[in-house]
């Protein structure tokens, strides 16, 4: 699949002569371009590899579009080959952005994030119930429904990619036989669980319009299954950090919502079976950081593990938790919960790292703690992304250069030697009381590796250490604080 711009422009657009900006995607082959035209206006174009994931959601975009459901427009059918297509351009800022300060400061949202939250949860029953009104399992990619394959599938990616490599001696025999209870618990039906899944519901993946209503992209993979998936799926993605308060109320906003499709429902039976769905999503999202972490050797995937295994250790510790019915289950949890490595960190005052990156035409930064010491790293030995034409005009933040960077996988090896020696030091200056330690990332332009090493550098001892990180990407002139 080629992917350079003007290879799309010349095969699908090729009168257009208006103003082309490539959109940060998460992490798909999927090439957005945010094409601004005077004339026409902006709208979105969508270039994909899979023919049948891009019909997909054309399918699926129109059944929405006509039961009035707030997701973008297709401005185009799908291109001849499959692979091309254009649609509404819904807005600039994600969900996910929009509540970014919030999740800054360890969950606490304010009065407008919270308020964005209760929206976008309103708007998931209309999703799920009227979405779910005649789709036709023929539109969806790749599966019609949810179903026992498909978890046993989620559950043995658990098993294989990240309890494995974590946990010493497991029984295989009696983790099978309560994954094959568990998933016939998960595929119970009653009168009204069943509607549209998304799948993939997160705060990516819905965009706030100029005059912040949220919209709903990137539904490609849903298909028929239980309303509890995407519920748990928002509420418990790991690094969100929400309150069980917080919870709570996000709960009861939905089903207000759901109340005109299902009527009312018994409180108590939905949250049994909502916690089961809670557990089934964390084992699985660890099953992705493992192997991302593990076996990809992708470091900063390590560090999303822990606050899945958090929430593992909520669960288990909440009344009525569902690990109560999987004993052996239970067991192998808590001894994932009782690694040093996972195990909760409380704020430790008194340490700052100030992190930087920078290019060293320009010059190391300069230590205004006034000590002079810390770390340098000279990020120049790795493949630089800022030698192609693609990746000229972004930086180490934007999904295309990280993509690139941990394809290629030197800048990975390269941070996993940082990680090794920034972890003893910081965890020795914590021990001695000391309050100030900088490191800096330099290359060519500071534009690329370094942002990018500086970048997960600063999340990883947050993560890890509870410590208060100051990030600044110099020639960026952008800084942030990590409390």
Not at 118 to 138: D, N, R, S, V, Y
Not at 418 to 443: I, P, Q, W
Request: charged share 25%; aromatic share 14%.
């Amino acid at each position: 699949m080629k992917t350079d711009i003007p290879y799309i422009l010349q095969r699908y657009l090729p009168e257009y002569r208006g103003k082309v900006e490539q959109i940060t995607g998460s992490g798909s082959n999927r090439i957005y371009l945010r094409l601004q035209d005077e004339e026409q206006g902006t709208f979105i174009a969508v270039y994909g590899a899979c023919e049948a994931e891009n019909r997909a959601f054309v399918e699926i975009a129109r059944h929405f579009a006509s039961k009035g459901l707030p997701v973008p427009k297709l401005m185009s059918g799908l291109s001849a080959d499959g692979h091309f297509y254009l649609q509404e351009d819904v807005g600039r800022i994600a969900l996910f952005d929009a509540i970014a300060p919030g999740r800054a400061k360890g969950g606490l949202y304010d009065e407008k994030e919270q308020e964005l939250l209760h929206q976008t949860i309103a708007l998931l029953p209309k999703m799920q119930f009227l979405g779910g009104e005649g789709l036709k399992g023929e539109w969806c990619y790749p599966k019609a429904e949810f179903d026992r394959q498909g978890i046993m599938f989620d559950l043995n990616y658990f098993k294989y990619c990240f309890l494995k490599a974590v946990v010493a001696d497991i029984d295989e025999v009696r983790l099978e036989e309560e994954f094959e209870r568990l998933a016939e618990l998960l595929l119970i039906k009653d009168g009204y669980s069943w509607g549209f899944l998304y799948r993939d519901f997160q705060a990516r993946n819905v965009m706030l319009t100029p005059e912040g209503e949220p919209r709903f992209i990137d539904f490609q993979g849903g298909r028929r299954g239980p309303i509890y998936y995407d519920l748990a799926s928002f509420l418990w993605q790991a690094a969100a950090k929400y309150s069980d308060e917080l919870r709570h109320s996000l709960i009861d906003t939905y089903l207000t919502h759901a109340k005109p499709f299902v009527g009312d429902v018994d409180r108590g039976d939905f949250d049994k079976q909502l916690k089961l769905f809670v557990l089934f999503r964390l084992m699985q999202v660890l099953g992705a950081y493992g192997f991302r972490g593990y076996f990809e050797k992708k470091a900063h995937f390590l560090t999303s593990i822990p606050p899945a295994v958090e929430n593992i250790r909520s669960l288990m510790e909440s009344e009525e938790s569902p690990l109560r019915d999987f004993p052996y289950l239970r067991k192998v949890l808590a001894e994932v919960c009782a690694k040093p490595e996972y195990q909760h960190r409380k704020k430790r005052e008194g340490l700052v790292v100030r992190i930087f990156s920078f290019s060293y035409k320009k010059g190391i930064p300069d230590d205004l703690s006034g000590n002079g010491g810390g770390y340098v790293f000279d990020c120049r030995s790795t493949h630089n992304p800022g030698r192609y034409e693609p990746y000229k005009q972004l930086t180490g933040l934007d999904q295309p250069v990280i993509d690139f960077l941990e394809k290629d996988g030197e800048i990975l090896t390269f941070l996993e030697s940082v990680y090794k020696l920034a972890d003893a030091h910081v965890e020795r200056y914590l021990e001695r009381g000391f309050t100030n330690l900088m490191f800096s990332f330099g290359c060519t332009g500071g534009q690329h590796r370094s942002v990018y090493s500086a970048e997960h550098l600063a999340h990883h001892l947050h993560e890890r250490f509870g410590i208060t990180v100051e990030l600044t990407h110099r020639e960026q002139g952008i800084h942030k604080t990590l409390e």
